[in-house]
Structure formats: structure tokens, C-alpha cells
């Protein structure tokens, strides 16, 4: 018997190493509200974002999005994509830099602003305590 349990404990620690490598997700990974709360502090880094900071904290909010999207289970769809849309919309005018590109990158983040207002929406109603 005592063989048995030496058997089990290594390949228990067999396992351990074998999945090391691996990042299993957490239960907060996998969880809507945590998810969403991750998407708004991103949000809200965009809005307090200068000028030369607009494409990293857009592609920050994207990424948050795109974990959003993977817990929603089609649920926000419509929000997910219109948001994707506009951050791509505020990606490509913030590359252009220049005082010329400032109006249209004034409009691109009013228009992040409107399509995270809709995702907000919906999903604040999901996420009250």
C-alpha cells in the first residue's frame, strides 16, 4: 500500500510538471464582471490618455474587449463590434499624428466614448451589486 501512495504523489508531481508550462485560466478569467470591470479601467486609461498615448491605450482597451468578448458568449455582440469598430477608427486617425489629425481624432474618441456607452449599458445591467 505504501507503494500505491508513492506512485500516486509522483505522478501527481509528474502532472504539476507537465502542466507548469501551461496557464490554466482563473475563475475570474472565466467571470463576465470581472471581465467588464477590467474593459472599464481600460476605458477610463483611454480617456485620461495625452496625445502621444491614444494608440497604446486603444490597443490596451481592444485586448480587454477581446477577453470581454470571450466570456460574453454572444451576449454583447453587437456592443463588442461596434466598440472593435471605433477603436480601430481612433487606432488608425491617432497613427496619423499632426495637428491635422487632431479633429479626426477627436471624433474617433467621441465615437469610443458613444459605442463603450452602449456596452456599458447593457452590461452594467448584468454587473450591479
Known amino acids: 500500500m505504501a507503494g ?4 500516486f504523489a ?3 508531481a509528474v502532472a504539476g510538471l507537465a502542466l507548469g508550462g501551461c496557464s490554466l485560466p482563473s475563475a475570474s478569467d472565466q467571470d463576465f464582471c470581472t471581465q467588464y470591470a477590467r474593459l472599464s479601467a481600460a476605458a477610463d486609461a483611454l480617456r485620461r490618455a495625452g496625445a502621444d498615448q491614444i494608440q497604446a491605450r486603444a490597443a490596451q482597451l481592444a485586448a480587454r474587449l477581446d477577453q470581454l468578448g470571450a466570456v460574453a458568449e ?5 456592443a463588442v463590434e461596434n466598440l472593435h469598430a471605433a477603436l480601430g477608427d481612433l487606432e488608425a486617425a491617432a497613427s496619423g499624428g499632426g495637428a491635422a489629425a487632431r ?11 458613444a459605442a463603450f456607452a452602449q456596452l456599458e449599458q447593457a452590461a452594467d445591467s448584468e454587473c450591479q451589486a
Open 103 to 113: 479633429p479626426l481624432v477627436d471624433q474617433s474618441r467621441d465615437d469610443v466614448r
Open 10 to 12: 509522483a505522478a501527481v
Open 74 to 78: 454572444d451576449r454583447l455582440s453587437t
Open 4 to 7: 500505491t501512495g508513492a506512485r
